[in-house]
């Protein structure tokens, strides 16, 4: 037990000890949120509900907010997605974007079809947010999000 405890302590401040700028954690047990290029961390689960509904322009450090979703079509991954992050259909989230664009509230999410493309949208798009479904990849470390219950 001393030695789990041990192993704990310093796994986490190896953690706390290494700057990312990129991020991503478990939201659910098959979603994970993963980010790149803002200052904050670590998120509620609440903040991170208002920040996929289009709340949140810009990041603190001045980039703005680009979301990337896995919401293709009618696919099982996307209609999880839809439910867990937006209590809506994979139709209703689509439309619930669409208004927020012709009102000008928010730019348009990027929509993929997979993680792998989810993956490549972040890495080129300084202040990206997005969810990662079922992925079965182990994340590169500079792509680690906490999210807090």
């Known amino acids: 037990m001393r030695y789990i405890r041990l192993y704990i302590f310093l796994v986490l401040g190896f953690i706390l000890c290494t700057n990312y700028t990129s991020f991503s954690q478990?939201?659910?047990?098959?979603?994970?949120?993963?980010g790149n290029s803002f200052d904050n961390k670590?998120?509620?689960?609440?903040?991170?509900?208002?920040?996929?509904?289009?709340?949140k322009n810009y990041w603190?450090?001045?980039?703005?907010?680009?979301?990337?979703?896995?919401?293709?079509?009618?696919?099982e991954k996307s209609k999880y997605v839809a439910e867990q992050i937006y209590n809506k259909s994979v139709l209703s989230v689509k439309k619930y974007w669409l208004g927020l664009v012709f009102q000008g509230r928010f730019e348009a999410p990027v929509f993929v079809s997979n993680n792998e493309e989810v993956l490549e949208v972040l890495k080129n798009n300084r202040g990206a947010?997005?969810?990662?479904?079922?992925?079965?990849?182990?994340?590169?470390?500079?792509?680690?999000?906490?999210?807090?219950?």
Do not use: C, M, Q, W
Not at 26 to 34: D, F, G, K, L, T
Not at 42 to 55: L, V
Not at 69 to 74: A, F, G, K, T, W
Not at 129 to 149: A, C, H, P, T
């Open 60 to 75: 603190d450090n001045g980039n703005s907010v680009s979301i990337v979703l896995v919401l293709s079509d009618e696919d």
């Open 42 to 55: 670590t998120f509620t689960k609440k903040e991170i509900h208002s920040i996929f509904k289009g709340n």
């Open 129 to 149: 947010i997005g969810i990662l479904v079922d992925y079965k990849e182990e994340l590169d470390s500079k792509s680690l999000l906490n999210i807090l219950d």
């Open 26 to 34: 478990n939201y659910s047990s098959r979603i994970a949120i993963v």
